[in-house]
Structures are given as C-alpha cells and as structure tokens.
C-alpha cells in the first residue's frame, strides 16, 4: 500500500498502516474527503490527491470496483488489505422466517485500500468461542439457519480484498426467543434441501437465503453447478411482502381488520379432452390478487418427473392449453402469478394408452373457412386467434375469430360419442363386494380373525400412482386399501392407508412419516409396488428411487401405526439401475 503519511506523521504514528485516519495529521493526507484524484485535485498535504488502493479515472474521480480498476483510464494503486472493520452491524431475529439476520455495511472507503471480494463471519453460540463457526459470504448480510431457541449468538464480522484480511468488527450478540416461529419458516426443516418439489414448513417452496439453488440443494453462488434460483437478492426483512406470509400491518389500519395472506393460484387443474385431444390445465385467481384485472402468470410444464427440460410460458388468462400431447406420459404443471410469484401445488395427470387426433383443429396450424379440421368443419385455433387463417397468440385488428373465452370443456364434452349402458353391469354388484360389505355391517370386527375392507373410502387415490389392496397391518389378507393422496386437500402427496375394520373411522389411518407436510418420494413411474419385503408379515411400500443412471430399490417399511421412514432398506437381490425399460414391476408381486 501507498505510503500515506509523510515522515513527521510517520514518527507520530507508529502504526500508520493501520490507524491512519486515527492517528495520522489530518493535515497531511494524501487524499481528499470528495473522493477527487489527479492534477488539479490537491490533497491536505499539498500533492495532488491519490486513491489509496483505488483507481483514478482521467476524470480525476476516485472508484473502487472492478469496472473502474480495469478501465483504462483510471490509473491503478497496489491493493492491499482492508485497515478497518466493517461498519453498522446489526442482528435480529426474523420471526417471519425464522432465521437470525446479520447485515453491515463496507468498511469506509479510505480503508478499504481495495475492491472488497467477500466478507468472513465468525460466529458462535453462548459465548463458546472454541467450537466457532465460519463462513464466507460476497454480500453484505448473513442469514444464520437454524437458531435454537433461547440463545445468544455473537458475530464477527471483516472484509476481505484480493491482498488479505482485514481486521475484525466488534462482536455483535443476540438473544433469540424463548418460542421460534418454526411455522414460518422459510428454509427446510431437516437440511439444506430446495427447489420446486421441496416445501418449508411455512408451505411454500423451501428457498436458501443468501444462497443459490442447484437442482434440489443449497449451494454458494460461485461454485460450478448449475444455478437453479438464485435467493441472493431477496429481501428477507420484506419477506411479508414477497414470500407468501402474513403482510405487516400498516399504521393506523383498524386492528380487527383481518391481515391478508397472500396465496398462489388456487384450485388448479389438469384435464385431458380426449375428443379435441389436448390438455386443458385451469385454476382460480390468487385471494390476494381478486381485484386485479391485469395479473398475468406463468405456467411451467415437464413431461415425466425426472425429465431435464421444462418449459415456461406466460399467460394473461385463468387456463392454459398444451396440444400435441403424447399417449401414456405424465405431465406436471405448476402455475404462478407474476403479482407475487407464488406457485401453485402442482397438478398431474397420465394421458390414455389410446387417444384419438384432435377433430377441432390442424397440424399445420391453418384455420377457418377452407381449412377443415378432421371432424370436416372449419379449423379453430383453442385458446388463440385465427388471423389470416393462421393460429396464433396475437388477437390484433385483423384477427376474423377470438377462441380465447371458448368453454372447451363443454365443447369437449358435446363431441363426446354417446355411451351405451351395459344391464349386465349396471344391474349386478359383484360376489366380492356383496359378501364384503355384509361382512363389514354384520360382524362385529373386534370377533373377526380377519378384519374386513373398507367401502366407505371417498379419496380414492391419484390414478398415476400406487393404488390397491394391501396388508399393512400383517393379518395375512389384502384388506387394507393404500394409495397415494394430498393435493386434494391442498398439502403435500404422501402415502395414506386405510385399515381393514375401521369402518367410519378417518380413511387415512396409516401414513407414510411426515404425512401432509414431507413430499413422499414416489419413485420412478410404473416402478411402485407394496410387498413384504423384509419377510414381517407386512407390505412394505417399494419402488425405484435415485439420480439417473444409479437407481435402485428402496423399500418404506410397515410399522406398527404407521410406514417407519422415507427409505428403510434396499430387498436382497433388488436390481441395479433399476430405472432402465428392461426392469418390469408388477404393483402387488414385485419385480419380476
């Protein structure tokens, strides 16, 4: 670093490097509070002003970021390390949230002595310096995860240039509450986990404060993974305002006026029209957003849960459309307004084995008149305007037809074939069904050696997924009817029973952990099935689970109340790699 002291402050100042702006003559600084350079800019102590550290432009303006250093007109100081601590550290506990917010500000200008790369925390619980905690961040806050209630935290805080280590702040300490918020937390519960398929217990997506996203975990920002969401810019003191919590309430509202949670999209759903042949994916305005005639949302679809490539669009309506499907996949859609970036629970469905061709509109996109569509009317555009007989998106002045407020549902319904009914089917109920449901009102289950089904099951299950009769409870018959479930009611896809001989008990008495709140990992599509698999009497909940191309089987084991964990144990002789075409399952024998 520049010498910026003459001898005579020199022999006062024994530590000048350091302590300059302390205990140097401020009469003899070589540079100027303005921050201006160069000739022409005289300094106190009679020399043209320098930038210590810094650049100085032709101009005769001082800069200290990379832009300016690199700058061919801005003349270029030695860097050295910071001589002061960062400033104005603050630390508080956010309840919205529930994490512990440090934030400073840089150390002055005149001792930063060079661009500030990083900042290093120190930090440490009840004064137990010993078994301290440090971590790096680029920003000037830190978000400390986590905090258990009832304990005082210290920081320390210094910032770090391409020379070295500054020196360190005073310690800053907090006390967290006695209770912590762990309802409004918006981090995962149990690791550094995130993404669209990971939920915080506050409901929304788990986010990584002052972190990046890669795929499915928290990471730094810098490192060489792929960047999913980057958080680094969220302002977690607005957190009311841009994460789907409680708003703060405002000065001189009413106070029995009722705060307003925001929400994302509600009520979303996906349906395949199989007689115009696409799929009609429809939810409701956000409660918080009713009154806003412009939002606009974003729509995110993917084909199959594991597949790399997801596609975005935006909308202006309440529906989207998807033509051009393919029979027998999987399709995931989630749905966010741009308002507040919330987004929906995701809604799934299984296109059919057979699906016939769309009969409304064409391939090559052309529509009305002498453009017939292969039911031989006129070709309309779903959702979309015919302008210049081309489909498209834009509904300008020249457009003939607007599509846009057409009820598909209803139109999908009147090409609809006309069913037959079958007396023979609708006239009989089956042996099985007769002598069970007499079974289940006749007997007294506390006498039965086997429990009997349940009929009164009104959530029958997801039909992409796992769905049948199994044996949880280990009486040796297949009694028990388990599927998967959750976006009905609005919360997570877990795995729920219902028991043999609890007839008009709740039909979800048996549950995989975390039920409601843990997204259960279904595994691979078509390669679920429930078997016993550790040789306990019970079916245990199996499927193929792992990161492509190292899948393997994993089994959740049937407890006594309930599925034990998300993965208890691999079955001896399962298949590696068992996501391949080649590995065939059948849902209540296994693998074959």
């Known amino acids: 670093m520049k010498n910026i002291c003459n001898m005579r402050a020199i022999q006062i100042c024994i530590f000048c490097v350091s302590w300059y702006l302390v205990m140097c003559d401020p009469d003899m600084r070589v540079y100027r509070d303005d921050l201006k350079c160069g000739a022409g800019h005289m300094a106190p102590n009679g020399t043209d002003a320098i930038c210590p550290g810094q650049c100085c432009s032709a101009d005769g303006l001082c800069g200290n970021t990379d832009n300016h250093c690199n700058n061919a007109d801005y003349r270029e100081y030695t860097p050295a390390r910071p001589t002061g601590p960062p400033l104005n550290i603050t630390a508080q506990y956010l309840p919205i949230g529930n994490l512990v917010l440090v934030k400073w500000d840089p150390p002055a200008i005149n001792e ?329 009102e006749d007997v007294d289950d506390t006498n039965c050696l086997i429990k009997p089904r349940r009929y009164d099951i009104a959530d029958q299950g997801m039909d992409c997924y796992f769905r049948g009769w199994a044996d949880v409870q280990g009486q040796g018959a297949s009694n028990d009817y388990c599927r998967i479930v959750g976006l009905s009611n609005g919360g997570q896809l877990y795995l729920s029973c219902a028991l043999a001989g609890t007839k008009g008990d709740s039909e979800y008495n048996y549950n995989s952990p975390d039920a409601g709140y843990e997204w259960i990992d279904i595994g691979y599509t078509d390669t679920w099935y429930m078997k016993d698999e550790d040789g306990d009497g019970k079916d245990d909940y199996c499927r193929c689970v792992g990161r492509r191309p190292d899948t393997y089987v994993s089994c959740m084991k049937a407890g006594d109340t309930g599925f034990l964990q998300m993965h208890d144990f691999t079955p001896d002789g399962a298949p590696y790699k068992c996501h391949q075409p080649q590995f065939s399952v059948n849902p209540f024998l296994g693998p074959s």
């Open 112 to 440: 930063r002595n060079a661009v500030i790369t990083h900042y290093k925390i120190t930090h440490y619980k009840n004064n137990d310096k010993v078994n301290s905690i440090k971590k790096t961040t680029s920003l000037n806050y830190f978000a400390l995860k986590y905090p258990e209630a009832g304990t005082e935290y210290g920081f320390k805080i210094s910032a770090v240039t391409v020379a070295g280590t500054g020196p360190r702040s005073q310690k800053v300490t907090i006390v967290t509450p006695d209770e912590l918020s762990i309802d409004e937390q918006i981090y995962h519960k149990d690791g550094d986990w995130c993404g669209s398929y990971t939920y915080a217990p506050n409901g929304q997506k788990a986010i990584c404060p002052g972190e990046c996203c890669s795929d499915d975990r928290c990471i730094d920002c810098d490192s060489a993974y792929i960047i999913t969401y980057d958080y680094r810019d969220l302002d977690l003191l607005s957190l009311p305002s841009v994460h789907g919590l409680l708003q703060p309430t405002t000065p001189g509202s009413n106070e029995d006026q009722p705060t307003i949670r925001l929400s994302p999209p509600a009520n979303i759903n996906a349906q395949y029209l199989s007689a115009i042949h696409l799929i009609y994916v429809s939810w409701d305005a956000p409660e918080s957003t009713k009154n806003d005639s412009n939002i606009k949302y974003n729509v995110k679809y993917t084909e199959e849960y594991w597949t790399d490539t997801t596609v975005n669009v935006e909308v202006d309506s309440n529906y989207f459309i998807l033509k051009d499907v393919w029979p027998s996949t999987h399709y995931w859609f989630w749905v966010s307004s741009k308002s507040w970036g919330f987004t929906t629970i995701r809604a799934v469905l299984r296109t059919p084995n057979g699906m016939s061709p769309g009969l409304i509109y064409r391939d090559d996109g052309m529509c009305g008149a002498g453009y017939p569509a292969r039911n031989g009317k006129d070709a309309i555009c779903p959702g979309e305007c015919c302008e210049h007989h081309r489909c498209g998106e834009r509904c300008g002045i020249y457009a003939t037809q607007d599509y846009r407020d057409l009820d598909l549902v209803a139109l999908d319904r009147s090409l609809q074939p006309p069913t037959t009914a079958n007396p023979q089917t609708t006239q009989t109920t089956s042996f099985d069904e007769t002598i069970a449901t007499t079974i289940a």
